[in-house]
């Protein structure tokens, strides 16, 4: 069985960091781009960050592009979001996902087939 599971979420002052860590079990992701979202309430999930399956290419939604950075470790099956200068916009659930197609995709909520149980995120002004 398929696993997700993200840890590092927390309470931080604005200005501050943390760095979210998943953890794949089950299958290997080594060749699936990985994505983090977050979704806070009353709002659509939305994709923040996605990293393509050797890490060479990286997007990010306009709302944390300077301040969050993906990266993947293939030989742990894991992925990270260092966030950096955390603002209460950021107060979201996040989580991790893995696309269902190998090379390619990643796009789109609906490229996405494995999702975590998610891990709140709070930045308090």
């Known amino acids: 069985q398929v696993h997700l599971v993200e840890s590092g979420g927390g309470l931080v002052q604005a200005g501050g960091s943390l760095r979210l860590s998943c953890a794949a079990s089950g299958r290997t992701f080594s060749s699936n781009v990985m994505g983090w979202f977050r979704q806070a309430p009353g709002k659509e999930r939305e994709l923040v960050a996605r990293?393509?399956?050797?890490?060479?290419?990286?997007d990010y939604s306009d709302s944390v592009k300077g301040r969050f950075t993906i990266s993947r470790d293939n030989a742990k099956n894991a992925v990270y979001l260092q966030m950096n200068s955390l603002k209460p916009e950021d107060t979201a659930v996040y989580y991790c996902a893995a696309a269902s197609t190998s090379y390619s995709g990643g796009a789109y909520i609906t490229d996405y087939a494995y999702w975590g149980q998610g891990t709140q995120v709070t930045v308090s002004s």
């Open positions: 990293i393509s399956w050797s890490g060479g290419r990286t």
